[in-house]
């Protein structure tokens, strides 16, 4: 990601052809992303003026940028349906594309270095914000489409370099160095490393707001649950995402994503699940329908049916590297006690979220059974038998207690009894 010099921002005005080529393409396909001066208002409607008018290029042209732009969606769309409808970019992504522009340029370390640099900033982040107030997406074209935008967005990086010569330094972030300070190299012993900083950076130190971040994600659900895993903005279910999840097609691609990198020689990470189970948490606190309640609960079932199949076509015997590595995160080496003698040992947030995913499938069976087993789990002997191993690992290793805890709350939310022989409150023995 580059940003010219503030200086360099000028008032011309910015084509939608320029945007695209420059900014939009790079952002989907890959490569430098220019960020050049903030995008005004009225250019967001000049540009759908342009793109609308009689004779104007469409999204069927292939050799026009928005022609262009629509050919690398639909690139990416592939990978989740065979035959993707795509939705063609229309006022609201350009909208969407405009908002995390002008966010980007609040990285930039030059912004209004004169006495009017808190109230301009003050005003690009209020443009960011109104650019992202855009309506959400309801189809599995535009979910599509608008994925394909932002699939790369926390690939993001800004590059920044250090000159160093015999009399001085420099340090220019996301600029490229001028020639003057380039100039005589062996003469001058100048010396240029060159390193990037992560949108993760920029949003925690660099001035990216992270409510910016929020309102561009929450503007593409499938974006949302495909980087669950991402530090900041913290991951929850929405009305939205849920709906994708509704969507079998795209659920599985979700999944598959959330457990990207299977092998024999090493466990599944499973950050995104854990993500996910924070969010389970707030919704079992929050009343929410029970209808979301059990998709979600039923979501993370199937991730752990998945686990357990990935399992058995790896030919892993025994035990689980995947509940392993889990359980390494909540239990002090060496130490199989019961879960709520070891919550000291760890960060309170993790702890409950790992120990929620790591309980659920047998909580969820205590509580329901046709909760029990994902789909296809009971008609597959092998992978039922380690689907059902991983659960006895889990009550094993973390106790009886631990499992009837989240037992109790997920029955709570879900305005159901658990079955017969768990007990009614946290601190009765499983009967």
């Known amino acids: 990601m580059g940003i010219p010099r503030a200086a360099e921002w000028g008032q011309d005005r910015v084509s939608v052809a320029s945007f695209m080529e420059g900014f939009v393409l ?98 690009l982040r209020a443009s960011c914000l109104e650019f992202l107030r ?23 990086r800004r590059a920044d370099t250090r000159i160093s010569w015999w009399t001085g330094s420099a340090t220019l972030l996301g600029e490229e160095p001028p020639a003057r300070l380039l100039a005589w190299p062996k003469l001058r012993r100048v010396r240029r490393e060159t390193t990037s900083t992560s949108l993760a950076e920029l949003i925690r130190k660099d001035g990216v707001p992270e409510e910016v971040i929020r309102s561009l994600i929450a503007a593409s659900p499938l974006t949302d649950l495909v980087t669950s895993a991402r530090k900041a903005p913290t991951f929850r279910f929405s009305a939205e995402n849920l709906a994708v999840l509704r969507e079998k097609e795209l659920a599985r691609g979700v999944a598959h994503a959330w457990l990207d990198g299977a092998s024999a020689a090493s466990p599944i990470h499973l950050d995104s699940a854990v993500a996910a189970a924070g ?34 076509t790896l030919g892993i015997i025994g035990g689980s590297p995947t509940l392993s590595c889990l359980l390494s995160d909540v239990l002090p080496k ?52 380690r689907f059902s191993f991983h659960r006895l690992v889990v009550r094993n290793t973390l106790g009886e207690l631990a499992v009837d805890r989240v037992t109790i709350r997920l029955a709570r939310a879900l305005g159901m009894e658990p079955r017969r022989g768990i007990p009614v409150s946290g601190g009765c023995d499983a009967g």
Do not use: K
């Open 279 to 312: 969010a389970l948490s707030q919704l079992l606190e929050s009343r929410a329908a029970a209808a979301d309640l059990r998709l979600a609960v039923a979501f993370l079932n199937h991730l752990f049916a998945l686990v357990a199949m990935a399992e058995a």
């Open 26 to 123: 790079p952002l989907i396909r890959g490569g430098d992303v220019h960020v050049g001066r903030p995008i005004r208002y009225r250019e967001l409607g000049e540009w759908c003026e342009e793109l609308a008018s009689p004779g104007a290029p469409t999204a069927r042209n292939p050799s026009s940028p928005l022609g262009m732009v629509f050919r690398a969606q639909r690139e990416v769309a592939s990978r989740w349906m065979i035959h993707p409808e795509v939705a063609p970019l229309g006022r609201s992504e350009l909208s969407m594309l405009a908002g995390l522009h002008n966010a980007l340029c609040l990285a930039h370390p030059g912004l209004g270095a004169t006495d009017s640099r808190p109230r301009l900033r003050a005003r």
């Open 334 to 385: 060496g130490q199989h006690d019961d879960a709520h003698n070891n919550a000291s040992h760890a960060d309170p947030r993790p702890w409950d979220d790992v120990l929620l995913l790591l309980a659920l499938p047998d909580a969820a069976a205590r509580v329901d059974p046709v909760l029990a087993y994902p789909p296809g789990v009971a008609d597959n002997p092998d992978l039922s038998r």
């Open 134 to 156: 855009v309506p959400r997406p309801a189809s599995i074209g535009h979910w599509l489409g608008r994925h394909a935008l932002l699939h790369r967005l926390w690939q993001l």
